[in-house]
Nanobody
Framework: QVQLVESGGGLVQAGGSLRLSCTASGRTFSSYVMGWFRQVPGKEREFVAHIGLNGGTTYYADSVKGRFTISRDNAKNTMYLQMNSLKPEDTGIYTC??????????????????WGQGTQVTVSS
């Protein structure tokens, strides 16, 4: 098992940038594949990005491709989401997730076993 804690959310104007962090407990962070999801009231949880064990494999939702970058530093037990060119529709609660094996449907929240508490991102127009 692993505990996840997100940080870095906040209020930013459209076109600005934020960098989210997800720090994991324990010493086996490199054994987990990771993902970022976001959710707003009245809408289902939405896949944002996924990263493999060593960071060599990444996947992005079409809505964020080219603007967001997912990365990880296994030595620091931390995953990051660099968000550039933010849009109001990027507003939501961003949550990191982990699972101890590769998953084919990386875009589905049901594939992940561990979740952080979430961090609020608000983008004003």
């Amino acid at each position: 098992q692993v505990q996840l804690v997100e940080s870095g959310g906040g209020l930013v104007q459209a076109g600005g940038s934020l960098r989210l962090s997800c720090t994991a407990s324990g010493r086996t962070f490199s054994s987990y594949v990771m993902g970022w999801f976001r959710q707003v009231p009245g809408k289902e949880r939405e896949f944002v990005a996924h990263i493999g064990l060593n960071g060599g494999t990444t996947y992005y939702a079409d809505s964020v491709k080219g603007r967001f970058t997912i990365s990880r530093d296994n030595a620091k037990n931390t995953m990051y989401l660099q968000m550039n060119s933010l849009k109001p529709e990027d507003t939501g609660i961003y949550t990191c997730a982990a699972v101890r094996n590769y998953v084919a449907r990386y875009y589905s929240s049901t594939q992940y076993d561990y979740w952080g508490q979430g961090t609020q991102v608000t983008v004003s127009s």
